[in-house]
Every structure is written in C-alpha cells, then in structure tokens.
C-alpha cells in the first residue's frame, strides 16, 4: 500500500527556500552564538546549574524544543542548523555558503570502517552521556566540557574522513533523534524512482557546482525512511531533475514495514530504558537513587552504573525478546526468532518517544522559569541585562502536566499498538499471536503512568 503523502516543494516559496544556498547557513547562525555563549557560561560562569546559561539553555530549553516540538513534528531538523559539526564542515570544504568548484576539500577523505557502519557507536556514546547524565545536567563546567569535546570530535573527524562522518556515525545525540525522526510526518524522497534510473550523473550523491554531495552518505534513491537523512536540503540543490522533494505525510509512516536492523533495535531499547531511569533519578522521590547517580566513582554510583547498563543491554531487550518468543509460539513459529526481535521493537519506537515527551514536560515545565533569569544573567555575574535576573522561579502548568503526561503516554501506547497489528497483517498471522507484545507496551506505559501520577 503506497503511503499517502503532498509534495511541499509544490508550494513555489517552500521550493524556492529549500533550494536556497543560504538555507542552512542562516539556521546554523542563529544557534551557534548560543551554543558558544553556552559552552563559554559553562567554562566561567557561576558553578549553580539552575543560575547558568549552559545548564538551562542547552539541558531544559534546547532540550524541550527538540524532545516536544522539533523530533516529533520535523524529525531531524535539528541537524539541518546543528552547530556542533558546522566549524568542521565549513573547514572541510573551504566555505561557508557557496560551493568553491575549484577548491580541493580540505580533508583526507577516508571512508568509515565498514565493521563500525550503523549506530552502535552511537548507541554506546548516548549510554556514557546518559550514565554520567546527572553529572552533566547539573555541573556547568562538565557539561561544557562535553559540548566542546562533541565540537573538537566533529572537527577531527571532518579532517579525516569524508563528509558528516560524526553525525552519521558517532553523534549520540543525531543516534536518537534518528530513530524517533521515523515518526515524524515528514520526509525528503525521491518523487520519480525511474528518473533517478535514467540520470547516470548521480549529482544528488556526488555534488555539482550547485551544491555537494549528500553529506550524510545517502543516495536519496534509496531513502526509505527518515534515519539517515539528515534533512540539509542539498539533494533538492543539486538535482538538476526536480526529481527530489520535500512530503507531508501520515505519522509514523516509516513503521509500516516489517523490516529492521539489530542496532536500530537496541537504540529502541536504549531509549526506552534511559526515560524510564532519568524519570527515577531526576523526577522521582528516591534521594538515595539521585545520591548515587551524582555521586561518580563511588561505591554506590558503581552500584548504579551496573544496574543502569544491565537494564539497557540486558533487562529490557532480554524481557522482549521472552514476549516476542511467546508471540512467535501462538502464531509466528514460522519465522526466525532474530527477525521477529527486530521487527516488533520497532513498536516501541513511539512508546518511546511518548516516555520521553511525558517526562520532558515534568522535567521542564518545573524548570522553564529559569530561562528568564539567565537570559539577563547568563553567567551568573550580577548582570540585568533584560530586567529580569531577580524574577523568582515559578513551576508552570503544575497542575496539568500529570494530565497531559497521561495523554502523551496513551498516544504512544495508541501508536505501538498500530505498528504492532500492522506488522502482524503484513505477516498474515491473527492479532491474538501480538498479545505478548502489546502486553509488554502496555505494562511500560502503566509503568510510566505510576511515575507521574
């Protein structure tokens, strides 16, 4: 069945921006002064987390906007205006907008290890950031640490690899927004696939003197899900078919398909797991467990550290696959037991990104007030500059937040189920056989809802 979807780049203004060279380097401008301001406020300013740019710009403004707004309705737009590789990219190539067709990229050009190819690297970085999490969503200097180090990653790797070789494969951050990007109702696609046959010069992929090749490694012919498009627009620059545009489609519409990879899967389970341990440790009325996570190198953080890691790699995975096993044996038998793992964890794709919203609007509507006081007092030196560095904190929508967490957590259960019944009638097998499954989706969204309640 041929997924319904409107080509935006019909609308001759969205057309004519996309296509623009300045795009890209416009978005990417405006977030970079922040995120410098950020890492430079973490590094000098005040050591109090909730008086700090760094802390309540990056870990409760930046994060809300991408986790409630941007991932969930855009997919990887983030990427488009990410500042963190940009230093690199503008070095690789020479330029800041314009192609330079007589310019030599200044990199070596080395391709990825093909052993390391897919996301487990980005699956074992989002594990460290997260493990230390407490320490960086709290600690100025650490946490601009941390950003710097992405930056200096990003620039190392553009000098010796080819392309966006760190958001393709180390980024932990573009691991994430990738996977839930699938949900997303929009897409970049091929719109003819037999052009793209007929047209043997491939400038999508390798780049013309109208813009470079896809930075991301992607032949945008073969893109069929939103993963691995990094949403730069360069594709639309340099076909010189029109054959490329940008689809409004139905949610989710990339879980429609019974197929999947392994380390996909594990960043499902990763996810997953991670928003139900930060809503324990950083919502949750458990002082010892929030001691211990804060506490590094302690006995009682390494107690944490190997119950957080065994309840990633381990718990969670090991819990579905028993329920995918059980679904196998009342009507799935015939179907290896690794193939039906993978493609039933691609339901938990929107369990997942549900959690992480339901907890996002706790985590940040009870820290939002913050913002207005660093925005006048960014490093916590005494400044006013906007006249409001003295307004108190004031927790928002206190009393609406559970509900709307309520709401958020059953849309993602509604969403699960969908990909679970779509891939069992795609396999011809009764829904009955799915129960194990929709049972485990349930018991997490109960779970969570205990959480907030």
Not at 36 to 45: D, Q, R, T, Y
Not at 86 to 103: D, I, K, N, T, Y
Request: charged share 10%; hydrophobic share 55%.
């Amino acid at each position: 069945m041929t997924t319904p979807r409107f080509d935006l780049t019909g609308i001759p203004i969205v057309k004519k921006v996309l296509v623009s060279r300045w795009l890209q380097w416009s978005l990417t401008a405006i977030t970079l002064p922040f995120f410098v301001l950020a890492i430079l406020a973490g590094l000098f300013g005040t050591p109090a987390g909730n008086r700090n740019f760094g802390i309540v710009f990056v870990w409760i403004v930046w994060w809300a906007v991408l986790i409630l707004l941007l991932v969930p309705f855009a997919g990887r737009l983030w990427c488009t205006m990410c500042p963190l590789p940009a230093p690199g990219e503008w070095l690789q190539r020479r330029a800041l907008v314009q192609p330079r067709s007589a310019a030599r990229l200044y990199t070596l050009g080395l391709k990825w290890p093909r052993r390391l190819r897919g996301i487990w690297l980005q699956n074992a970085s989002f594990l460290l950031v997260a493990l230390f999490s407490a320490v960086i969503l709290t600690t100025p200097a650490v946490s601009a640490l941390v950003l710097l180090l992405f930056v200096l990653i990003a620039v190392g790797t553009s000098l010796i690899f080819e392309r966006r070789t760190f958001c393709r494969y180390l980024c932990p951050v573009g691991g994430f927004i990738g996977l839930y990007a699938q949900v997303a109702p929009v897409e970049i696609r091929v719109k003819n696939y037999d052009i793209c046959v007929a047209h043997k010069e491939k400038t999508c992929y390798v780049g013309s003197n109208a813009g470079y090749g896809c930075p991301w490694l992607v032949f945008p012919a073969a893109l069929d899900k939103n993963t691995y498009c990094g949403m730069c627009t360069e594709c639309l620059k340099t076909c010189p078919m029109d054959n490329i545009g940008l689809f409004a489609r139905p949610f989710a519409a990339d879980l429609m398909a019974p197929k999947g990879r392994l380390d996909e899967a594990y960043k499902a389970f990763i996810m997953l797991t991670c928003a139900f341990i930060y809503s324990l440790v950083l919502l949750g009325p458990w002082a010892s467990l929030k001691e211990a996570a804060y506490a590094v190198g302690s006995a009682s953080w390494w107690l944490y550290a190997v119950g957080f890691l065994t309840a990633n790699l381990i718990v969670t995975p090991g819990l579905f696959w028993l329920c995918t096993a059980a679904a196998r044996r009342l009507g799935r038998a015939g179907q290896a037991a690794r193939q039906a793992f993978i493609e039933h964890s691609y339901a938990l794709i929107p369990l997942g990104l549900a959690a992480w919203a339901a907890f996002s609007l706790g985590f940040v509507f009870i820290n939002l007030s913050y913002a207005w006081q660093v925005m006048s007092d960014p490093f916590g030196w005494g400044w006013n500059l906007f006249g409001s560095a003295n307004w108190a904190w004031t927790p928002y929508l206190s009393g609406l937040v559970p509900l709307l967490q309520a709401i958020i957590l059953l849309l993602g259960l509604a969403g699960a189920v969908s990909v679970v019944l779509h891939t069992a009638r795609v396999h011809g097998v009764a829904y009955a056989s799915t129960a194990p499954i929709i049972g485990f989706c349930a018991a997490c969204t109960l779970v969570m809802m205990w959480l907030y309640m």
